[in-house]
């Protein structure tokens, strides 16, 4: 009989949208706030509803609810099926072993507001932009989408990404594109 996964979903790459540099400490993680994963790299944003993106029950999504997990730690997660969810971080169990993820403990992480950047960033005016084709590959990669449909807010100075023909229908993105060197 085939196990069944309990896990992110296969092919889900949160990890790849996180910042690799120690430039800001805290875009290194995966932040879990109520129903949602947040992961950025200072360019890219994507805000993944959990129950979207994995099969978690929702007492397992509370017990998520604002922690922290480190971009290496959801990498090693992602190679096992079956894992659970505790109060201090992820538990994979398999034959004659045990592997423990454990969450950032740390008062040193504040997540920025991400949620401000979704707002501030949807409603504005017209611009130009240029848009780094390699970053709608890590966007999809990172919630294992086929597609990607992309708006602007009023100010187009970001693109708004949502993932239609998925089951993703909470899950979003944002790109900050860079101003076109003709506004300057």
């Known amino acids: 009989?085939?196990?069944?996964?309990?896990?992110?979903?296969?092919?889900?790459?949160?990890?790849?949208?996180?910042?690799?540099?120690?430039?800001?400490?805290?875009?290194?993680?995966?932040?879990?706030?109520?129903?949602?994963?947040?992961?950025?790299?200072?360019?890219?944003?994507?805000?993944?509803?959990?129950?979207?993106?994995?099969?978690?029950?929702?007492?397992?999504?509370?017990?998520?609810?604002?922690?922290f997990l480190h971009a290496r730690g959801f990498q090693l997660l992602m190679k096992y099926d079956v894992v659970s969810v505790e109060e201090d971080g992820f538990l994979v169990q398999g034959d004659g072993y045990s592997i423990k993820i454990n969450f950032y403990s740390g008062d040193a992480l504040k997540y920025p507001d991400y949620q401000k950047v979704f707002d501030q960033w949807i409603a504005g005016d017209q611009r130009k932009i240029v848009l780094n084709p390699y970053y709608l590959s890590d966007v999809c990669a990172s919630v294992n989408a086929k597609e990607v449909r992309m708006s602007f807010g009023k100010n187009y100075q970001c693109v708004i990404l949502d993932f239609p023909h998925s089951d993703l229908d909470d899950t979003k993105g944002i790109i900050m594109p860079k101003l076109d060197c003709d506004d300057f």
């Open 1 to 67: 009989m085939k196990k069944v996964r309990h896990n992110f979903k296969k092919g889900i790459e949160l990890h790849k949208v996180c910042a690799i540099d120690e430039l800001r400490p805290v875009l290194n993680y995966i932040y879990f706030d109520g129903p949602y994963a947040i992961a950025c790299d200072g360019h890219i944003l994507i805000k993944a509803k959990v129950s979207e993106i994995s099969n978690f029950d929702e007492s397992e999504i509370e017990l998520l609810n604002d922690h």
